[in-house]
């Protein structure tokens, strides 16, 4: 069964504190993996695609990298207004899209 | 620029009332997608449509039924809604439902069921 795990649940960081997110995946032939972005009473935003190992692609203060196994989001610096759940997602053979339960941040000033 | 609409934004219904979520999508985009997201438990695929005229289970599709009334317009029901199906709903599409496609999410429909 395809499977997609995303730690920590919940992050707070200082404004500037640059930190990692995990996500962990098991999916039978991988085609893509997903970063979004979820802000309270929004749906998920679009960020990134990554779709083999050793690729990395960045957007302003984030930086999504991925490996055979695991996938990272870094964020650089970060901002309030990068407050926000990131979610991660597995997108395999079959047309089947599996999400991670996401990961809430919080930057304080 | 609207990409993904969805309405109602929130809805409250008694347990055995039935209710249709409308989701419209402007990319002329041809799959469409409903999701549910629990607390804790992700976002969960109910039903999909690859294309117009065709529809597929997803994940969690009991209780529900769908109908892509063209290639714009997706809907879910919910013929005799229960407690369970409280939840947060999106509704997704993609160009052509390939899986290296990311989906584009309209902003979901909050519904309480008591």
């Known amino acids: 069964e395809d499977q997609v795990t995303q730690s920590p649940e919940a992050l707070r960081l200082q404004e500037g504190e640059s930190s990692s997110l995990n996500c962990s995946y098991t999916v039978s032939g991988l085609r893509g993996l997903f970063w979004y972005r979820q802000d309270p009473g929004k749906g998920p935003e679009f960020l990134f695609t990554?779709?083999?190992a050793g690729e990395e692609k960045e957007k302003e203060r984030l930086k999504a990298t991925l490996t055979k196994k695991e996938s990272f989001l870094h964020i650089t610096a970060p901002k309030p207004e990068d407050s926000a759940t990131y979610l991660c997602a597995a997108g395999a053979a079959g047309n089947k899209l599996t999400f991670g339960g996401g990961t809430r941040v919080l930057v304080k000033p | 620029n609207a990409g993904v609409t969805q309405t109602p934004k929130f809805q409250v219904l008694k347990t055995g009332q039935s209710m249709t979520l409308q989701c419209a999508q402007d990319m002329n985009h041809n799959s469409m997608y409903w999701y549910r997201q629990d607390p804790g438990m992700g976002l969960r695929l109910i039903y999909y449509?690859?294309?117009?005229?065709?529809?597929d289970k997803g994940e969690v599709p009991n209780g529900y039924n769908v109908s892509r009334l063209n290639k714009r317009e997706f809907s879910l029901r919910l013929e005799s809604a229960a407690p369970s199906q409280t939840s947060v709903y999106f509704c997704?599409?993609?160009?052509?439902?390939?899986?290296?496609?990311?989906?584009?999410f309209g902003d979901g429909t909050r519904l309480s069921i008591l």
């Open positions: 449509s690859a294309s117009e005229g065709t529809t």
């Open positions: 990554l779709y083999s």
């Open positions: 997704a599409s993609t160009t052509r439902g390939q899986p290296w496609e990311p989906q584009h």
